[in-house]
């Protein structure tokens, strides 16, 4: 049976727009179901603020699955809160207890600027797929799907990483605002594969570069790994360096030799 | 004026009429395609792929998400796969067998003809989505793996774990960002369509709205694509995402698009059971979870045992006993309203009793628990972040919920709608599935759409006005519909009543819901549509929007959405009460068979109902188009 959870203290940020200057404001959540998500306690307080004539709090949300990746929130100084491999979305109040105090800030990161209250422009994640983040493979022409056995643990490992959202969480738990996981994860996933080897060096080349234009760089903290709803490890990072690195001797002998 | 509903079917036998199509269709030279400018609305999968590749063939294609990214459409959150008639089981499956079970699968409600070629191009679906690197499932020798979905007994359906719609919505996604940095598609994110509109009869573009500053602008083109998706957010409560919407369907049907079919809307039989009053959405447990777990319910109303204690013989697994040939793979209607039955009688599980069990623990004994986890590891996982129970040891609680509806704008079988030039994909359309859709062909009809039929039908429709110009967006029509969408969002801040628009949103939903639901009756539609106007009329007069129109505000965005919820729930239940039959997911509790079966009418209702817009919901205009079966005999659908 659902119990209830009394007196939350909600800690949130409040922005009217990209150039405001931004600041905390502090609402009381009275009582709130332990079986409600988080983002239903934000609705709730919302429907509340809107019926005292204020206006609603802004915030990223779509599928409430986790799998949208629309949804972003650092709480408690957490990318997505607590609950480990969970979208906020997906995190419960189950998870919290009566009395707790908790502070909402969107995703802090300069490649994601403040849109409005809790929402940021993701934006630049569209920039490197764009660049690079694709099979050329235009309709019409593909062969037989069976024609190409790929190996299981092959197609595994790039459906392991393939899996990424695209929520940001991993920017925003970095030090640096590096999206080396979100970049090398899509990396990872088309350079495993055996339609994607075509375009295996140029695809990364293109992407980290465009990456570089946004994105702080990656120094190994690890803290993207921790703060990824779906897990993806780290070591497509190091899949994705690799990769680069060698793009990078081999087009120098093909600038040679034009 | 009415408008003649003509399906446009080509000529010859069924299986060759796609082919005489594509054989007499008008071409553009590729030097003239640049010529052509396109407008999509919708990156899901079926706006995704349509934009794609009408840019990969030259065209000029604008295309419009009120997302942040084309990568966040709903699609994504689909669970369970894909269906095509490939065979690679060599089951007995081929292209009529798909063809015949989705006419069956949708009870003998749609169109032969749209359903055939759907059948036809699933087998270039997989392939184009393997070579873009889609990481589908595999068997160990390399070679794609299958499973099994409801109605059908052959295993065509495809899948990525339990996330094939993200990783084809982000196949398509990544061919659409591909045509982006090309040039060939300019992407209007945090844009919501407005309206549409039409000058000397066609379409000639959209009014859009701004999200991020408000502001209201207008797009021309030669040729508008609705790939919008459904309305299954009507009913409040749905596993749809927060934001799906009617509204571009809407408008496009105020503008002169008949809305066919209104009433067919799928309740998906498992889902998670709403557990309290804040509840914002449900969640669907995939259909694939079926092909493992048994769904059955205590015998006994007054159960009060722990579940793994109540004996075999206590427990009524319901599925199996009535329909044995299908079992627990029955399809979704069918499966909701046993499910539904059971609750009624009081036979439900969960603290609330308003749910079913589905049982994993016969596959756990004889599959082994890693296997159990390979198939369903992530489905597992969410069920217990949500339900706080976890069902490797407790069984799933699940109940119907709405998840996908059927209807939507009248389309023939070039995808156009009665809006010469206006096309509609994916579930926007109400072409392929009938009254009732199976499981894992709503994929295979977003991307059939948007891959292999729009590309060549929308040629036909341009070739003929090469080198003549667009409409400016300075034309009389366009600022008309412009001003007129200023006045209706200013006019939603202006009221300053007392209730948000998601209080109304919960309450149109409850009687559609009550009224409109898995079971209707004449008498509940007509309480119904005398409901329903005056809560739309308490809407325009009680209604509270707060902040402003010129800067980013969520509120304001639902308020307009919810006002074309308001109207096409009042066309829902005419249609509903109009359709004295019952079909597949429309089940009218005055037509059953004696074991509680839909009952159709195929002398009085063996056609779809295309309604028109008159100025008002309630007194929409119901054509019809008869469906002729040439192939198919009708025959009353059995899963026993």
Known sequence: MSNHLKDITLKIWRQSGPNDGGHFETYKVDEISDEASFLEMLDYLNERLINEGNEAIVFDHDCREGICGTCSLMINGQAHGPERATATCQLHMRKFKSGDSITIEPWRAKAFPIVKDLMVDRSAFDRIIESGGFITSPTGGAPDANLIPIPKPVADAAMDSAECIGCGACVAACPNGAANLFTSAKIAHLNLLPQGQAERYKRVEAMVETMDEYFGSCTNHGECEAACPKEISIDVIALANADYRKAKVKNRKQLARN | MSVELNAKNPAGSLSDKWENYKADVKLVNPNNKRKFKVIVVGTGLAGASAAATLAELGYQVDAFTFHDSPRRAHSIAAQGGINAAKNYQGDGDSVHRLFYDTIKGGDFRARESNVHRLAEVSVNI?????????????????????????????????????????????????????????????????????????????????????????????????????????????????????????????RAHRKGAYFANPCYTQIHPTCIPQSDEFQSKLTLMSESLRNDGRVWVPKNPDEARPVDQIPEEDRDYYLERLYPSYGNLAPRDISSRAAKRAVDRGQGVGPLKNGVYLDFSDAINRLGKSVVEERYGNLFDMYERIAGENPYDVPMRIYPASHYTMGGLWVDYELMTTIPGLYAAGEANFSDHGANRLGASALMQGLADGYFVLPYTIGNYLAPMLNKPIPGTDHPEFKAAESAARERFTGYLNVKGTRSPDWFHREVGKIIWDYCGMERTQQGLEKALSELPALYDEFKKDLRVTGDGESLNQTLEKAGRVDDFFQLGMLMCRDALDRNESCGGHFRAEYQTDEGEALRDDDNFCHVAAWEWTGDPMSAKRNVEELNYETVHLATRSYK
Do not use: K
């Open chain 2, 126 to 250: 997989i392939d184009q989505m393997v070579a873009q690197g889609v990481p589908f499932a595999r068997e160990y020798g390399g070679l794609l793996d299958n499973r099994s979905f409801g109605g059908a007994q052959v295993s065509r359906t495809f899948y990525a774990r339990g996330q094939t719609g993200q990783q084809l919505l982000l196949g398509a996604y990544q061919q659409l960002a591909r045509q982006i940095g090309l040039g060939g598609v300019r992407l209007f994110n945090r844009t919501e369509l407005v309206d549409v509109v039409t000058i000397e009869g066609r379409a000639a573009g959209i009014v859009v709205r701004d999200l991020m500053t408000g502001e209201i602008t207008s797009h021309s083109a030669h040729a508008v694509v609705l790939a919008t998706g459904g309305y299954g957010n009507v009913f409040f409560l749905s596993t749809n995402a927060m934001a799906c919407n009617v509204t571009a369907a809407w």
